[in-house]
């Protein structure tokens, strides 16, 4: 009940209002609050604001639940022999403090056994205007090293040309100021050394190699979701927990 209570909108929206009014009050009795204080004041209370209040835009009223999407289109940079992957990254987060659950679905690769496994990661960057270089480095708002990065997905190994896999317990998120929307996922050629390589790139970017897909991460609604999992059920290529 309490809880309840904390989390609704009327009380967020009270707490807002009484951290609104409060530098007036800190100014009107102290006479010492200047310029910068009340910038600085105002600046927190939009944090405030921003990790308080859901982002209606995109939560379901009912579920609390976001969905994000990106749509794998290959590089442009692709050599003749390379393959040209498309696919799905879908994402499902409860608001506020879910962790966030994955859907890989992506085709293109060689139907040959024994492949090793493509890296997967979020990029910092959701801009495709020179390719999938655009996107840049590694999400990394916490000046890690990798593995540690939030969109660190790991190494996902193809079965008959295709990857299907679903995976939860996420460390990137959908809410808040770190939230991934509007940042890439980056599908390598190569194999994640996840930070074991003995060299600089490795502590970046596990010497992944070169990028043969990427999309830019964007609000879906649960209909895209909905379909993977039945994807994922009825062609039984992997356990949906795996
Ligand atoms: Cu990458
Ligand atoms: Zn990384």
Redesign the pocket.
């Given at each position: 009940m309490y809880e309840k209570v904390l989390n609704s909108t009327m009380f967020k929206s009270c707490l807002l209002a009484f951290l609104a009014l409060s530098p007036l009050c800190i100014a009107g009795d102290t006479g010492n609050t200047n310029e910068e204080q009340l910038k600085d004041i105002q600046q927190k209370l939009n944090d405030l604001w921003l990790n308080l209040l859901p982002p209606q835009a995109f939560v379901t009223r009912h579920e609390r639940t976001a969905y994000a999407a990106c749509e794998l289109r290959p590089s442009f940079k692709l050599e003749a022999d390379e393959p040209a992957v498309t696919g799905q990254v879908l994402f499902k987060q409860t608001y506020p403090h879910g962790n966030l659950d994955a859907i890989f679905l992506l085709e293109g690769f060689p139907t040959i056994d024994n492949q090793s496994g493509r890296a997967i990661?979020?990029h910092n960057l959701g801009d495709l205007s020179e390719g999938c270089d655009s996107t840049v480095?590694?999400?990394?708002p916490f000046n890690v090293?990798?593995?540690?990065?939030p969109?660190?997905f790991g190494n996902f190994i193809p079965i008959n040309g295709k990857i299907r896999r679903r995976k939860g317990n996420l460390q990137a998120t959908l809410f808040g100021p770190y939230s991934v929307l509007g940042r890439s996922i980056v599908v390598h050629k190569q194999e994640?050394d996840l930070?074991k390589g003995d060299n600089p790139a490795s502590l970046?970017?596990?010497n992944a190699g070169k990028r043969l897909a990427c999309c830019v991460i964007g609000i879906s609604s649960s209909n895209l979701w909905e379909k993977a999992v039945q994807t994922l059920l009825t062609e039984k290529t992997s356990s949906p927990f795996r």
């Open positions: 990661h979020i480095g590694h999400y990394n090293n990798h593995p540690r990065h969109g660190d994640d930070g970046e970017n596990g």
